[in-house]
């Protein structure tokens, strides 16, 4: 029977209940030039994707000058760390099933589309960096989610089979990029949805889900 070895979590929505504060910095930097994105456009459109890559479907649908691409990246990261040192905090369920899963033999990493320093802050401000093998962002390849390549490179980083791989995502652009890198994935709603007793049922599933294809 195939086993899972190890589990990749994404952690915006996953780890962190993050969406709102990138929501949040990327409208403050955004309304210094005139300009905003609405929750509804986030949630459907732009959740998940890497900052540079909204600016530039903004610019495509709504002439954002691609002069201040690099000013409002800047600015909005400026904002995320103002908003991960006051709302980032550990969550109990969440320190239990990373240290449980650890400790059971699990392999655990992190591939976010945040940049290094917001995902080293947030995993290090929730204290779940102690359980992580390594983290990789959106600086670590070259093609973001919904392309498959940090999963792809979490598994290889790992030396293991896609299969020995539950992949833990929460939205269409992580979903795509999991499935595409051939791993197991558990989709999740939200971050109350990544706990122990839910892990390892997902787990289950997959185990026997390998099987059952043999």
């Given at each position: 029977?195939?086993k899972?070895?190890?589990?990749?979590?994404?952690m915006?929505?996953v780890l962190?209940?993050?969406?709102?504060?990138h929501?949040?910095?990327?409208?403050?930097?955004?309304r210094?030039?005139g300009?905003?994105i609405?929750?509804?456009?986030?949630?459907?459109?732009?959740?998940?994707?890497?900052?540079?890559?909204?600016?530039?479907?903004?610019?495509?649908e709504?002439?954002?000058?691609?002069a201040?691409h690099?000013?409002i990246?800047?600015?909005?990261?400026i904002y995320?760390m103002?908003?991960?040192y006051q709302?980032?905090k550990p969550?109990f369920?969440h320190?239990?099933?990373?240290s449980?899963l650890k400790s059971?033999?699990y392999?655990?990493?992190?591939?976010?589309n945040s940049?290094r320093?917001s995902?080293?802050?947030?995993?290090e401000k929730?204290?779940?960096?102690?359980?992580?093998?390594f983290m990789?962002?959106?600086?670590?390849v070259?093609?973001?989610?919904?392309d498959?390549e940090i999963?792809?490179t979490?598994?290889s980083?790992l030396g293991?089979?896609p299969?020995?791989?539950?992949?833990?995502?929460?939205?269409?652009?992580g979903i795509?990029?999991a499935?595409a890198?051939?791993?197991?994935v558990?989709?999740?709603?939200?971050v109350r949805?990544?706990?122990?007793q839910?892990i390892?049922?997902?787990i289950k599933?997959?185990?026997?889900?390998?099987?059952?294809l043999?």
């Open positions: 029977m195939l899972i070895k190890a589990i990749i979590f994404d915006d929505g962190i209940e993050a969406k709102d504060w929501y949040e910095a990327l409208n403050k930097a955004l210094l030039f300009y905003t609405s929750r509804y456009e986030h949630l459907v459109t732009y959740d998940g994707l890497p900052t540079r890559q909204k600016l530039e479907m903004l610019t495509i709504r002439n954002l000058p691609r201040l690099g000013f990246n800047e600015m909005k990261q995320t103002e908003i991960i709302k980032c969550t369920y320190e239990y099933a990373l449980k059971e033999g392999r655990l990493a992190v591939a976010s940049i320093n995902v080293e802050m947030m995993m929730s204290r779940l960096s102690q359980y992580l093998e990789l962002s959106n600086q670590d070259t093609k973001s989610k919904p498959p999963y792809l979490s598994i980083k293991l089979e299969l020995e791989c539950l992949i833990v995502e929460d939205n269409p652009n795509k990029a499935k890198s051939g791993g197991h558990y989709q999740v709603e939200n949805d990544v706990n122990y839910a390892k049922a997902a599933q997959a185990e026997e889900g390998s099987e059952k043999k």
